[in-house]
């Protein structure tokens, strides 16, 4: 009788050690996810900082915004992902802060 006690005792302990470990996992990814999703918000409103950045510095240099975004690249060369981001930029007039928005590509992942 001894024998069949020591043995479910060891079972138990190690479905316990089992579960324990599967929900550890199971927290630490998560966490992974996550981190994830606030490091691609961060990179998103990172995006949108430094084309909005880009543009004031031109203004405060030659007076006038740039008329598309290609000329701010060129004027001011801010880099953004364009293959993780898409840039809309759009101008009313060259010395009214244009309508920045920069949204992350669907195929981003």
Same mark, same amino acid.
């Given at each position: 009788?001894? /024998?069949?006690? /020591? ?103």
């Amino acid at each position: 009788m001894k /024998k069949r006690y /020591k043995t479910r005792g060891f079972w138990l302990s190690t479905a316990l050690g089992l579960l324990l470990f599967a929900g550890v996992a199971v927290w630490v990814l998560r966490g992974v996810r996550d981190a994830a999703a606030v490091s691609d918000r961060e990179g998103l409103r990172m995006a949108e900082r430094a084309v909005r950045q880009a543009a004031v510095s031109v203004y405060a240099l030659e007076g006038a915004y740039p008329a598309t975004y290609d000329d701010l690249k060129a004027r001011s060369g801010v880099a953004v992902d364009e293959d993780k981001y898409a840039v809309f930029y759009d101008i009313f007039a060259s010395n009214l802060m244009p309508e920045i928005t920069v949204l992350e590509r669907g195929g981003a992942s």
